[in-house]
C-alpha cells in the first residue's frame, strides 16, 4: 500500500477513470481531476503520451 492508499499502478494505463474509480470507491470525477494533475505534472496531455515518451526514450 502506498503512502496514501492502495498503488494505482495496476490502474495504469489500461482502466478506464470509470473502473478506476470504482475500484477505489471514489467518483469518477476524482479520477478525472488527480489525472489532469499528474499529467499536468509530467508534461502530458493523455494517457497515451507517457508510454508513447518512454518507448520512445528506450530506442
Do not use: K
Not at 492508499?5 to 469518477?28: I, K, M, S
Not at 499536468?40 to 520512445?56: F, N
Amino acid at each position: 500500500m502506498g503512502p496514501s492508499g492502495p498503488p494505482l499502478a495496476p490502474a495504469w494505463p489500461t482502466a478506464a477513470p470509470w473502473e478506476v474509480a470504482q475500484r477505489f470507491a471514489v467518483r469518477t470525477r476524482t479520477v478525472d481531476h488527480h489525472l489532469r494533475n499528474v499529467f499536468a505534472a509530467l508534461g502530458v496531455h493523455s494517457r497515451i503520451e507517457p508510454p508513447r515518451r518512454v518507448d520512445q526514450e528506450h530506442r
